[in-house]
C-alpha cells in the first residue's frame, strides 16, 4: 500500500525551530519528487516547498523562503522539512504529498504545528 | 502568487449537478494544463480527485469531471451523493515548480 506518514509537529515558542519528517512507503521513493503542503485550521491550502526526486533540485514559497529547508534522504524513503524562525503564521498541519507529474497524488494524514508562546 | 479565487459554498440535492468555477490568470490556470482538483472531508486529508484539467485517478467515480476555458477551470459533479459533500479546492501549477490552491469551496448536498 502507498503509504505517506508525517511526524514531528507540536508546540514551539516564536523564533524556535522544528524538523518534520514523512516516511514513504508502498512506491519508489526516490522516483517521485515530493511537495510538503500546509493548512492553518479552517482555511485553505498552501504550497509550501517542492524537492526533486534527486534532491537536487528545491523550490519554495516565498512565505517560508530562507527559513524553511526542504531534504530528503532516498536511502530511508524519508523526506524532511527543517522550519526555523518559526513564525506564528506558520501555525497549520504540515502534509507531505507526492507528485508523479505536476499533480498531488498521495497525501499524508499530515502534522500539526503550533507557533505560539 | 495569489490564491485561485473560488465561490465560498455550492449546493445541490441528491442526484442534481453541482459546479464549481476556479479562476486563475494567464501565469497559472491560464497558462497550463495542469490543474488539478482535491477533495477534503472534516478532519481527513485532501484527496486527488481530478488532474490535468480533465484526468481522473483510479478509483475516482465518473460522476466527476474538469474541464477549462481561458484562465477558468470547472469541476462538475454529477449525479450528487451525500459522501460527495466535502470543501473542494482546484490547484494550478504556476511555473518553476510552484503551485497555487484555490480559496476553496464547501460543497452542501440538500
Known amino acids: 500500500e502507498v503509504q505517506l506518514v508525517e511526524s514531528g509537529g507540536g508546540l514551539v515558542q516564536p523564533g524556535e525551530s522544528l524538523r518534520l519528517s514523512c516516511a514513504a512507503s508502498?512506491?519508489?521513493?526516490?522516483?517521485?519528487?515530493m511537495i510538503w503542503v500546509r493548512q492553518v485550521p479552517g482555511k485553505g491550502l498552501e504550497w509550501v516547498s517542492y524537492i526533486s526526486g534527486s534532491g537536487n533540485t528545491k523550490y519554495y514559497a516565498d512565505s517560508v523562503k530562507g527559513r524553511f529547508t526542504i531534504s530528503r534522504d532516498n536511502a530511508k524513503n524519508s523526506l524532511y522539512l527543517q522550519m526555523n524562525s518559526l513564525r506564528a503564521e506558520d501555525t497549520a498541519v504540515y502534509y507531505c504529498t507526492r507528485r508523479p507529474n505536476a499533480e498531488m497524488d498521495v497525501w499524508g494524514k499530515g502534522t500539526a504545528v503550533t507557533v505560539s508562546s | 502568487q495569489s490564491a485561485l479565487t473560488q465561490p465560498p459554498s455550492a449546493s445541490g440535492s441528491p442526484g442534481q449537478s453541482v459546479t464549481i468555477s476556479c479562476t486563475g490568470t494567464s501565469s497559472d490556470v491560464g497558462g497550463y494544463n495542469y490543474v488539478s482538483w482535491y477533495q477534503q472531508h472534516p478532519g481527513k486529508a485532501p484527496k486527488l480527485m481530478i488532474y490535468d484539467v480533465s484526468k481522473r485517478p483510479s478509483g475516482v467515480p465518473d460522476r466527476f469531471s474538469g474541464s477549462k476555458s481561458g484562465n477558468t477551470a470547472s469541476l462538475t459533479v454529477s449525479g450528487l451523493q451525500a459522501e460527495d459533500e466535502a470543501d473542494y479546492y482546484c490547484s494550478s501549477y504556476a511555473g518553476s515548480n510552484n503551485y497555487v490552491f484555490g480559496t476553496g469551496t464547501k460543497v452542501t448536498v440538500l
Open positions: 508502498g512506491f519508489s521513493f526516490s522516483s517521485y519528487s
